[in-house]
């Protein structure tokens, strides 16, 4: 079964301090991997997504097959970056996209 | 273009009543998909619609629960026989096509007394 795992409820750094969010998956298959970011009253918006390879904000993410990874990084996190984040995986043959329980990220001044 | 609509933003009902919760996707999508957030949890798959279709309702409970996407109007998802475990936020999702973005609404926040 499809499945994504956030370790991370979450999460505090410092500004200026690297981030990484944690993110793995298990599916047999090819999936998609994106990151989802949901800022304090606003809707779920769209970070990233693997196959665009883009670095969105700062952030990055890296799909690592035989990890079975999608970990979420920043190097140099802002206050503005606190947020809650969710990794999502959908199977390429279908739309429906798999969440994690994610993680709440403060970034503390 | 307002993005994904969803209204009511906040729903009370209680055990026992109807619920029906109503999503515009963004002009031009007509894809929509349900998510339902329990408290604590991600967001789950409930079903995914194109106008007048349903795709894929594996997410959806098998009673109580439906879903339509009318050619005119917006999308229902329709909750009867409401339980206090029917509690949860409840997201909609559009999107132009099969593999594009999905753009998610604010969500209805529905609470069973």
């Known amino acids: 079964a499809q499945r994504v795992t956030q370790p991370e409820k979450l999460l505090s750094v410092f500004k200026g301090a690297p981030v990484e969010l944690k993110c793995n998956y298990s599916y047999s298959g090819s999936p998609e991997l994106f990151w989802y970011v949901q800022y304090s009253r606003q809707r779920l918006q769209l970070l990233l997504r693997?196959?665009s390879r883009e670095s969105i904000k700062g952030f990055t993410a890296d799909l690592n097959k035989g990890e079975t990874s999608f970990h979420l990084k920043k190097p140099f996190a802002q206050e503005e970056d606190s947020a809650m984040y969710y990794c999502?995986?959908?199977?390429?043959?279908?739309?429906?996209?798999?969440f994690g329980q994610g993680t709440r990220l403060t970034i503390n001044p | 273009n307002a993005g994904v609509m969803q209204n009511p933003r906040h729903l009370v009902r209680r055990r026992g009543q109807e619920a029906r919760l109503r999503c515009s996707p963004m002009?031009?999508?007509?894809?929509v998909y349900w998510y339902r957030q329990l408290p604590e949890e991600g967001l789950k798959f409930m079903v995914y619609l194109q106008k007048e279709n349903i795709i894929d309702e594996s997410g959806m409970p098998k009673e109580r629960f439906s879903a339509e996407f009318p050619k005119e109007g917006p999308s229902i998802l329709r909750i009867q026989q409401v339980v206090r475990g029917d509690s949860a936020a409840y997201f909609c999702?559009?999107?132009?096509?099969?593999?594009?973005?999905?753009?998610f609404g604010p969500g209805t926040r529905l609470t069973v007394l």
């Open positions: 999702a559009s999107s132009q096509g099969m593999i594009a973005e999905q753009f």
């Open positions: 002009k031009g999508h007509s894809h």
């Open positions: 693997h196959i």
């Open positions: 999502a995986l959908s199977d390429q043959g279908a739309q429906k996209l798999v």
